[in-house]
């Protein structure tokens, strides 16, 4: 892809103290990142986290070629941090098999499709390892914790005041911009499209669900063999599938066994509920011996964690003003092709370099009015890079999920059909060109100034 730049080479912005107030609302995985962007460009924004601590939740979790790039041009450290936490896979394969079908007499399953994925693979990692290794690069005062948003107060800005947040133990902040990385229930989505708008609440149920667990290496390699634990493997079948890859240094086998559930999601306020391993050996009771083995090797007392996204009601835009959306906060996908977390990099990304520029505007440092102009336009152009491709990976990510469990009656369990729906799909997200949508976010803001 050529030479890596994140930003810093095309403004001064590092050169000087910001003159932006940035609060980012959610300290994750999506907010810690774009701080980090941030603060490389000489920029210091506040995370403010509901919670008391830093916390991510979820086991596992996976990085494509598209997502390590985007990494390196937010900010080069997040790249370094992923790689100290990450596992490679033993081949660099991603192996989709027929999890139904018993394997032959050699113990080979029944290949559906395989993909090459680069060099070193597709690699995982503990999603907490991950952000704790994340937030030892965040500077101390950075994070505001226990603050929960109840509103953000905007006069509109024409005379260049600041924006007013309020929190639910009545203090308050103020900030020139919002970024709402406040994840799958975002208080900032609401405030963005308006609380009349179906898309503001809490994302729906995909009548999906998965048993998530653990494995021991030293329990899971005898049974299944060195090939099956070191890459990444996704067993499909009828209303289906279990992925498994390796995390914690290899020491552990990550599985995510989804099923179809035709009921309601009982919990209001949860999308996990306790679950025994003997609901999923029924679940999985028609699939093959090789699934059959992996979910007997999982704990006794395990979670059933609910797929919830906002394919249903996607957002009509993911700004308001000077108020935008970033990550889950924005377009929550099912996580069958394990991109949500890469897009809410690449997010970062393409925010972390135009607030870069608005913050290396010297006239816009020096009047209120310039300022807020130039933010929303920056907004405005995030907006017009970021809204489609991250809606279609809400919408292909539905999508994939019934081809996976063999229930798209267009594609249904024929091999060549499933083969060829996976691999457009998968190659639209990790060969997209990061490079390129940094190119295009700096001319469409560059045409956004024309005239001022």
Known sequence: MGSIDNGNSSSSSSSRPSSLDVAIIGGGI??????LGLLSRGIIPTIYERGRSFAEIGAGIGFTQNAEWAMKVLDPRIHAAFKRVTVQNGTDWFNWVDGEKEADEDGRVAMIHSMYLGERGFEGCSRAEFLDELVKSVPQGTVKFS??????????GDDGSKMELEFTDGTKAFADVVIGCDGIRSRVRQIVVGDANKAAHHPHYSHKYAFRGLI?????????????TETRHMYLGPDGLALTFPVAGGKLLNVVAFVTDPKQWPYVEKFTAPAKKSDAVRAFEGFNSTVR??????????NKWAVFDTYDHPLPTFIKGRIALSGDAAHAAAPYHGAGAGMAVEDGAVLAHLLSEVNADHDASQDPRRRVVLLKKALETYNAIRLER???????????????QWQDPRVGSDHAKVAEEIDWRCRKIWHYDIENMMAESKEHFRKQLEGM
């Open 216 to 228: 021991p290496m030293e329990t899971a390699l005898p049974v299944l063999g060195k090939e099956k």
């Open 293 to 302: 083995s992996i979910i007997d090797m999982l704990p006794d007392e395990l």
């Open 30 to 35: 999506a907010g810690v990142t774009l701080a």
């Open 390 to 404: 991250a809606q279609w990976l809400v919408q292909t990510s539905r999508e994939v999920g019934h081809i996976y």
């Open 147 to 156: 603050k929960n948003l109840a509103a953000v107060v905007d006069s509109d």
